[in-house]
C-alpha cells in the first residue's frame, strides 16, 4: 500500500523544471530514443543500431539522428544493458571474496537444487573461482553477537593475496552481516586503505536480510559488474559533456526507478534488468492515464517475450528473481517472466514428429528467411508473412533474392510434408504453437499467482507484441488489448516517465507473536528518511513522495515469503496476523490456524514522482486524416481461418475518433497490430487503440 506526501521544501527548491528530456533505451540490435519537448509539445524519436563495443557511441548517435541539441537537454534518461549483457554472457571482471571462516563455499553449495531437474548430471560454474574466495576468522550468531572477533592481519593478507592475484573488484561477505555489520564495517575500512580502486562490496550494504547464500551471490554479481559499469557511465559521461551537456544523466534500475549515474555503479546489481523494467514502467504509465490500472504486460521481440504484472498501475516487484540457475540476484526488482518465443523463433519437426516452435531463434544474423541475409529456416516472423499479417511488399526491399514462393517452399518441405500440411496450412500451425508457449508465459504472471487474467488488460509492445496479442488474450479469456502509440520504443519511453525510487529491506525473523513491534516500526521510520534523503541528493524535479510499505512473512517451518503489503508503517501485531492470513489465502486457498506466523523482513519503497508527460504528442496529430478511408493504404489477402480481404491501415493516418471492426491491419513505422474478425478497437485521447475482443464486446 502506498502512502502519497509532499516533497520536503528543501527538495523542492534544490531542482527546477526539466523541460527537455531524452529517454534511451540500449538493446541488443537497436539503440531507441525518445526527446520530449514540453515548453514547445514536440517530440522526437530515434532507432539507431547499438554499437556494443562502446554503448556511448550509439547514445550519442541517437541523439544526433533525433537531431538533438545536446547542450540544451534538461535531463537524459538511460537504460543500459552493460550489466544485463555482462551477468548472461558471464563477460564479469575478475573478483575476490572474502568471508567468514568456514564458509568459503557458500556460493557453490546453494540452495541443494540442479541445473536440470532430470538426469545424473548438469555444468554450473559459480560466479567467483575457488581460489579467489578466502576465509578468515570472524564470526557472529544471529541475534549480531560476537563469537569470533575479526581477525585483521588475517584480513589484511587475503586482500593483499587477491590484489596479487589482479582481482579488480572485491566483495567482503561475512556471516549475519545483516543483524550486526560491525565487522563488514571495520573490514570495508581496512580494504579501502589498501585496495586499488574503489570497487569494493560490503554485503549487507547492499542487501541486509537473511539468508548467506543469496546475500553473498547478490554482493558478487554487484561487484563483478561494478567495474565494468562504472567505465561505461563514465565514458558516456565524457562523451556527453564533449558535447556540451551540463547535467546529470540518470540510469534505470531493475526495480523500475532510476538514480544518479554518480551514484549507479556503487549498487550495480540493481541495474540488471533495467531493460525489461523500463518497458514495464511505461505500460503502468500509459494503463494510468487510459484508466485501465491493471494490466498484463507483452514484450514480443525477435529472440524472446516477456511479460508481467500491472495491478492498480504498480508493477509487480520481486527481491527474489533468479536471472539463471544458481544465480539468485536478491534487490528488488520488477518481476518479468521470459519464454523463448519471438519472431525469430524457429519452428522445426522434432524426432518424435512434434512441431516445435523456438527456444533456438536465428536472431538478427542471418534471421528470419525474410530479412535476406542468409536465413533458412522457418520462424514465426516468416509464418506470419506467408499468412499475409506482414506485408509481402517488404521482401522486394531485401536483398538474397527472397520470394514468397520461396518461403512456402521451406515451410512446405520443413514442415508441411512431415504433418500432411499445405505450406499455409503448416505457417498457422506455427502460429498457434507460438502463440500458446506466449500464453503460457502470461499464464506465469497471473494464474499461477493466484490471479485471475480476465481482471487485466493485455499491453503489448515490442516489435512483434501487437501482431500476437489478440489471439493471446482470446485464449485466456483476457476482455481487451492496450496497443500504446509506439510499441517498439516503449523502453524508451519507460526512461522518460519513470520515476525516482529506492528500496530497502531488512530482516527481523523473528516470530510473530514475540517481535518487538516497536523496533519493527523504527525500522520502517530509518528506511524511509534514507529514502528521502537519496531522492533529495537527486538534481531531479519530483512533484510528491509516495512511500510503499510491506513485510515479508511465512508460516513457521515453511521456506518461501509472502510480500503482505500494508496501509502504513506502523502496524500492530493483529493486523500483520490478519494481513498475511488473508493474503496467504487469496495466493494458495489454505488456511493454517494452528501454525504461528513469523515475521522476516520489514521493506519501505521511497518513490519520488515526475511531472506528468503528455503522451498524446507521440503521435502528430497534423498526420491524421480526416476520414478512415482517407488512412486506408490498401488490402491484402490475411489468413484467420481462411484467407479474408482485409483493410490496411496506416496508424499514424487516423482519425482521433476512428473505429474499426476487424478484420484489419493498422501498419506503424515500428509495429503491425492485428484486429482480428469480430474485434472493435478504438483510440483513446493519448492516441492508444483499445481492442475489445468480440466475446467481451
Wanted: glycine share 10%.
Amino acid at each position: 500500500m502506498d502512502q502519497q506526501v509532499k516533497p520536503d521544501e528543501a527538495i523542492a527548491a534544490s531542482v527546477g523544471r526539466q523541460s527537455v528530456v531524452a529517454g534511451i533505451d540500449v538493446g541488443g540490435t537497436f539503440t531507441d530514443l525518445v526527446l520530449f519537448d514540453a515548453a514547445h509539445g514536440t517530440v522526437r524519436l530515434a532507432k539507431v543500431p547499438t554499437t556494443l563495443d562502446n554503448q556511448a557511441f550509439g547514445v550519442v548517435a541517437a541523439l544526433d539522428a533525433a537531431e538533438a541539441d545536446i547542450a540544451a537537454l534538461d535531463l537524459i534518461v538511460h537504460g543500459t544493458t552493460t550489466t544485463t549483457n555482462a551477468v548472461l554472457e558471464r563477460q564479469l571482471c575478475k573478483t575476490g571474496f572474502i568471508t567468514t571462516m568456514g564458509f568459503r563455499d557458500v556460493l557453490e553449495l546453494g540452495r541443494r537444487t540442479r541445473p536440470q531437474a532430470y538426469g545424473m548430471k548438469g555444468d554450473f560454474r559459480p560466479i567467483i573461482p575457488r581460489d579467489l574466495r578466502l576465509e578468515i576468522p570472524e564470526r557472529l550468531d544471529a541475534r549480531g553477537e560476537i563469537v569470533t572477533p575479526l581477525d585483521e592481519d588475517a584480513l589484511k593478507s587475503a586482500i593483499q593475496a587477491l590484489i596479487d592475484k589482479d582481482c579488480e573488484a572485491l566483495v567482503i561477505h561475512f556471516l549475519h552481516a545483516y543483524a550486526n555489520p560491525v565487522h563488514e564495517l571495520r573490514a570495508g575500512e581496512i580494504a579501502a586503505e589498501l585496495w586499488p580502486n574503489g570497487n569494493i562490496t560490503l554485503g549487507h550494504s547492499l542487501l541486509s536480510e537473511s539468508r548467506e547464500y543469496e546475500r553473498g551471490v547478490t554482493a558478487a554479481v554487484n561487484a563483478s559488474v561494478q567495474p565494468l559499469l562504472r567505465r561505461y557511465v563514465e565514458r558516456l559521461a565524457d562523451t556527453l559533456a564533449g558535447r556540451g551537456y551540463r547535467h546529470d544523466v540518470l540510469v534505470m534500475n531493475g526495480n523500475g526507478g532510476m538514480v544518479s549515474a554518480r551514484h549507479v555503479a556503487r549498487e550495480a546489481a540493481k541495474t540488471v534488468m533495467s531493460g525489461p523494467a523500463s518497458g514495464v514502467m511505461a505500460a503502468a504509465y500509459t494503463g494510468r492515464r487510459a484508466n485501465m490500472p491493471n494490466l498484463i504486460t507483452y514484450d514480443m521481440g525477435g529472440t524472446s517475450t516477456d511479460v508481467a504484472l500491472i495491478r492498480n498501475a504498480e508493477p509487480t516487484v520481486s527481491n527474489e528473481i533468479e536471472v539463471e540457475y544458481a544465480m539468485p540476484i536478491h534487490v528488488p526488482m520488477v518481476d518479468v517472466r521470459t519464454v523463448g518465443a519471438g519472431g525469430g523463433s524457429i519452428a522445426r519437426i522434432t524426432p518424435a514428429g512434434l512441431l516445435q516452435v523456438g527456444p533456438e531463434s536465428a536472431g538478427s544474423t542471418p534471421g528470419p528467411i525474410c530479412y535476406g541475409r542468409g536465413g533458412t529456416r522457418p520462424t514465426i516472423s516468416d509464418a506470419n508473412l506467408l499468412l499475409g499479417r506482414l506485408d509481402p511488399a517488404r521482401l522486394n526491399k531485401v536483398q538474397g533474392g527472397i520470394t514468397l514462393d520461396g518461403v512456402k517452399q521451406i515451410f512446405q518441405t520443413e514442415i508441411g510434408d512431415t504433418l500432411g500440411l499445405d505450406a499455409i496450412e503448416a505457417a498457422a500451425a506455427v502460429i498457434r504453437i507460438g502463440n500458446a508457449r506466449m500464453a503460457d508465459a502470461v499464464r506465469m504472471v497471473s494464474v499461477s499467482l493466484g490471479e485471475d487474467p480476465r481482471d487485466f488488460a493485455l499491453f503489448a509492445f515490442g516489435g512483434a507484441g501487437p501482431l500476437h496479442a489478440s489471439a493471446i488474450a482470446r485464449e485466456l479469456g483476457i476482455p481487451k488489448v492496450l496497443a500504446p502509440s509506439r510499441p517498439g520504443i516503449t523502453n524508451a519511453l519507460g526512461c522518460v516517465v519513470a520515476d525516482l525510487r529506492h528500496d530497502f529491506v531488512n530482516t527481523v525473523n523473528r516470530p510473530l507473536a514475540v517481535a518487538d513491534m516497536d523496533a519493527v516500526h523504527e525500522l520502517f521510520a530509518r528506511q524511509s528518511e534514507e529514502g528521502r534523503r537519496l531522492i533529495g541528493k537527486e538534481a531531479v524535479a519530483i512533484r510528491e513522495i509516495r512511500e510503499i510499505t510491506s513485510v515479508d512473512m511465512q508460516f513457521i517451518g515453511q521456506t518461501h515469503l509472502l510480500r503482505v503489503p500494508l496501509p502504513g508503517p506502523a502496524p500492530t501485531r493483529q493486523e500483520l496476523q490478519q494481513r498475511f492470513e488473508e493474503a496467504y489465502f487469496a495466493r494458495f486457498h489454505v488456511e493454517l490456524p494452528e501454525i504461528r506466523a513469523n515475521l522476516v523482513n520489514v521493506n519501505t519503497s521511497v518513490i519520488g514522482r515526475r511531472a506528468e508527460i503528455d503522451l498524446s504528442a507521440l503521435i502528430d496529430s497534423a498526420g491524421r486524416k480526416s476520414s478512415l478511408e482517407d488512412a486506408k493504404t490498401g488490402t491484402r489477402q490475411v489468413y484467420f481461418d481462411g484467407f479474408v480481404e482485409t483493410p490496411i491501415y496506416w496508424r499514424d493516418h487516423l482519425p482521433a475518433d476512428a473505429t474499426i471492426t476487424g478484420p484489419a491491419i493498422i501498419e506503424q513505422m515500428d509495429t503491425t497490430i492485428i484486429i482480428e474478425p469480430g474485434d472493435v478497437a478504438s483510440q483513446d485521447h493519448d492516441g492508444n487503440i483499445i481492442i475489445t475482443l468480440g466475446a467481451a464486446a
